[in-house]
């Protein structure tokens, strides 16, 4: 357990119990004839953990049903936040990747939040330690925006959540009004890679990689194109109430891309009026949740300086990923104020607005962001 005196799990990814439970939550005829690709990772699915699972951890499985998805087990899920220290646990479902089919994506979405709200949103044994995610698909706006409005007054749920794979970047007008949705609720965004479980895009702008290590190491990048499309397209600069949080990695490779941005834009500027500050300065509108896989092996001072570590940095375990992991593993050489400030205080002042506008503000104390 950790010795802080409250940690915020901001990515706990919970599963359904077996591959087929979704249909239940769905209208005709997707209930019954129409088929979803399986929930676990077909494409560069990871080589390491316990069989058959090597992308998930097999301990997460409910102790009664062997053959449960890792993930679905509500008791293990709260004795993970309890072996953290963690007060309040952030439930980011999977729905399976994008899909060809838009309508199926929808649905999808819509059965996710039905089931999320009525099972691990409801549930005693969880005790109101979780809070949800709005699910929508960015390919369907109209959609997405009747998913958020349904939710919108909710007070269990915190975040509406899109998927790191997209046919465009998020900061194009076709998406604006999902943003806009979101912001009006103050419900930040997060972006999670939510792929390999069908055809889905390409996951690198070069084409399809060979194995996981280069899939894997490749990942994040996306994310990247993302970002900067928030900021050049303006979005930020016509939602001040939006933040953005990427769910999958980008930290280690923000810095670089920003001053690789930054570089052009004194040149470029006249192409994009509508962004009066230099990129840099809208970091402030994003959050990053940590990875096991990003960061330097040993504490580096500088890194964390450069990197703006402390502040812009979120604590999330990722459970039950074969990467998930626990606030002792958070980069070396964050110490006193600023781990404080990754494990739970940056978290806190992200969905404070949120909370705020629900009534919820018992769950975040109200000094989390005084000194911020």
């Known amino acids: ?59 997460a499985r409910p102790a009664d049903d062997a053959a449960a998805l890792p993930g679905s087990s509500i008791e293990k899920v709260v004795a993970k936040l309890d072996a953290d220290g963690a007060r309040l646990g952030v ?8 899909q060809p089919d ?17 099972t691990w949103l409801g549930d005693e044994a969880a005790a109101g330690r979780f809070l949800g995610t709005i699910r929508v698909n960015p390919g369907d706006p109209t959609a997405a925006v009747a998913e958020i409005e349904r939710w919108g007054d909710d007070p269990r749920f915190v975040q509406v959540g899109v998927p790191l794979e997209a046919q465009r970047p998020y900061g194009q007008r076709n998406y604006f009004p999902i943003w806009e949705a979101a912001a009006r609720h103050r419900l930040p965004v997060v972006v999670h890679a939510d792929g390999g479980a069908t055809a889905g895009f390409k996951p690198t702008i070069a084409g399809y990689p060979h194995k996981h290590i280069d899939y894997a190491s490749q990942e994040s ?14 979005t930020l600069e016509r939602l001040p109430d939006l933040r953005v949080v990427f769910g999958d990695g980008v930290h280690d490779l923000l ?4 001053w690789r941005m930054d570089a052009d834009f ?17 970091l402030d509108r994003f959050r990053f949740r940590t990875s096991r896989l990003e960061g330097p092996e040993e504490a580096n001072p500088a890194w ?39 494990l739970w205080r940056n978290a806190a002042d992200l969905i404070r607005p949120r909370l705020e506008r629900v009534g919820r503000t018992e769950l975040v104390p109200a000094a989390a962001g005084a000194d911020s």
């Open 255 to 258: 810095m670089p891309f920003i």
């Open 221 to 234: 990048v996306s994310g990247l194109y993302h970002l900067a499309s928030f900021i050049l397209e303006g």
């Open 1 to 59: 357990m950790t010795e802080n005196a409250l940690v915020i799990d901001t990515c706990i990814t919970p599963f359904w119990r077996t591959e087929l439970e979704p249909h239940s939550w769905m209208p005709e005829p997707w209930a019954s004839k129409r088929h979803l690709p399986g929930i676990l990772r077909q494409m560069y699915s990871a080589p390491t953990g316990i069989a058959p699972y090597g992308e998930y951890r097999d301990a």
């Open 102 to 118: 838009q309508d199926m994506s929808t649905v999808l979405c819509a059965a996710t939040n039905d089931w999320l709200a009525q």
């Open 304 to 342: 964390l300086r450069l990197s703006r570590a402390a502040e812009l940095l979120v604590y999330g375990s990722n459970y039950p990923h074969w990467t998930s992991g626990s606030p002792n593993e958070l980069p070396l050489g964050l110490e006193g104020e600023a781990r404080e400030r990754v």
């Open 91 to 98: 439930l980011v479902p999977l729905t399976r990747g994008p």
């Open 266 to 282: 004194a040149i470029s500027r006249h192409e994009v009026p509508w962004v009066p500050k230099e990129t840099v300065e809208y």
